[in-house]
């Protein structure tokens, strides 16, 4: 055996390239992060540029590397193409692709409506992850081996598991009608490109979040934020540490033999309430 154990090896991202979308605020932020602070060359997409100024400016407070930023609008193929475009006009090569961008929609359920409540969330949700991993196919193929693969982490949610769709984090006499299917088919997605990839040697891997501070969730954080950290059987949702760990890993050495999890990062809140 001459493979190097050390952790420096086995968990090193230093020199890798990666594309996060929705990188600038929550999940992909913290991701985001993570890479920068362990020398990847790092871009971040989303569509307010202020908010990815902002982003990119507090990232490199604590990056090795470069950390740099795209405008762009996941919610269509158009949109995943664009970005695509300047991408590869600014790089030959990408190793890890994060398809973190989401977004949800409550409503009640008999006036929950078509374009914005269920097109639209899909469009982004699914269609997007689909759309931006065809696309940056060949980037993430190119010189990939068994050992060092290329990589695909979708960011799916722990709502993709329930079946509860009105809670105390939807606003009263809502629910999140289109959300859970929506990740429930990113899970399924992720499983379908991980058999197509494989041949190929890059790996499609989900992380399935439970309550973690987002602008997503700062609704239901703001309105039943003390029932949420109640409901939370080690006490705490998560943070950052917790997803950048987890990311950096199915990014790593280490991981380079995993492809098609489903990775649930809760604290074991789904088993215990439908939180």
Known sequence: MNQDLAITSLFDVKGKIVLVTGGSVGIGKMIATGFARNGATVYIAARKEAQLKEAVE???????????????NVGSKAGCDALISEFKKREAKLHVLVNNSGITWGGPFHDFPEEKGWDNVFNVNVKSIFYMTAGLSNYLIKDSTSTDPGRVINISSTASVLTHCETPLSDKGNGVWSYLPSK??????????????????????AILPGPFPSKMSAFGFKTSGGHLIASQPMGRVGNTADMAGLALFLASPAAAHITGAHIITDGGARLFNKL
Request: net charge positive; charged share 15%; glycine share 0%.
């Open 58 to 72: 507090d990232i490199k407070t604590v990056a090795t590397s470069k950390i740099d930023y795209i405008v762009a």
């Open 184 to 205: 429930a088919a990113a899970n399924h997605l992720t499983s379908q490109l991980a058999v197509k990839f494989a041949p190929n040697f890059v790996t499609v891997n």
